[in-house]
């Protein structure tokens, strides 16, 4: 794996970062999930260097329509949220009893991605509620080893920060607007979650906070409020896209106060409202 972790440009990268990341299943014998926070695998241009893995592949996992919000609110809220307070791997059970590894993964000081490895199953959890067919799925997965895991960690640690430091290196062959402009544009996609303000920028910059608002209005004609909604706006509208994700998750996730608070910001923005970006999405999904 270490050769392939050398020499990726832009023209190979989705292909030799997708390489690494099944190298990492095969060495650890799991189904490996990304859920990345901070768009970090995601290019300027919209390209993403590491394509479904955010699909959690496990067999157990293979759930029905009407499943699939539950388990959205235990992969990526409850566990996400346990990753972000605690800052280091733990043992996850969901409602179905698959039992992964979790592991938060930061750039700096930012919790910039999770991931998931498993699945395991728990010999003591009930599956009495459960039909025949999922049961029989559960039992074939392997058995939770404490034993096993501290190996295991070490390996995902390694392999997934690596993998998030050839994200970033390559993201600077991308960038158009090197400078001061890309190191506000990274700055507010690093920390679109967090309630951040002009002091943490200017710090950033190694600025002063009246030179920093200066530069802003020199630089985009906005202020930091103005440009960090736009960027929470942005990462709200991938969540309604590609997510059944209810509005209130939503704004908790890209920093929103409350969703009233996230439609109105939407709605001066983008000039729709939220539910018409998860509208579209639907009306273009053929009906079975």
């Not at 299943?25 to 189904?31: A, Y």
């Not at 459960?130 to 995902?156: G, M, N, T």
């Amino acid at each position: 794996m270490a050769d392939s972790l050398t020499l990726i440009h832009g023209e190979d990268a989705v292909e030799k970062m997708l390489f690494c990341w099944h190298e990492m299943e095969r060495m650890t014998g799991l189904h490996l999930t990304l859920h990345d926070h901070i768009r970090a695998f995601i290019m300027p241009d919209n390209t993403c260097l590491l394509p479904d893995v955010n699909i959690h592949h496990n067999p157990c996992c293979d759930h029905p329509q009407r499943t699939r919000l539950k388990c959205g609110a235990h992969c990526r809220v409850e566990a996400m949220e346990r990753a972000a307070a605690e800052g280091k791997p733990f043992r996850f059970q969901c409602w179905r009893g698959v039992v992964e590894l979790v592991m938060p993964v930061y750039l700096g000081k930012v919790h910039a991605a999770t991931v998931f490895a498993g699945a395991f199953r728990d010999p003591a959890f009930d599956l009495s509620r459960f039909p025949v067919s999922y049961r029989k799925k559960y039992q074939q997965l392997p058995v939770w080893d404490d034993a096993r895991i501290p190996q295991l960690e070490q390996v995902l640690i390694s392999a997934s920060y690596s993998l998030l430091q050839l994200a970033a290196n390559i993201r600077e062959r991308y960038v158009s607007e090197p400078g001061r402009k890309g190191q506000i544009h990274r700055f507010f996609l690093y920390h679109f979650k967090e309630q951040v303000g002009v002091p943490d920028l200017a710090a950033e910059l190694n600025l002063s906070e009246s030179r920093t608002v200066h530069l802003l209005k020199e630089l985009f004609g906005k202020g930091f409020a103005e440009l960090m909604n736009e960027e929470r706006v942005r990462q709200a509208e991938e969540y309604l896209a590609k997510t059944d994700l209810p509005l209130r998750e939503i704004a908790r996730l890209t920093g929103f106060r409350n969703e009233y608070y996230l439609s109105y910001v939407f709605r001066r923005i983008r000039h729709c409202s939220p539910g018409s970006i998860r509208g579209g999405r639907k009306k273009k999904i053929p009906e079975a």
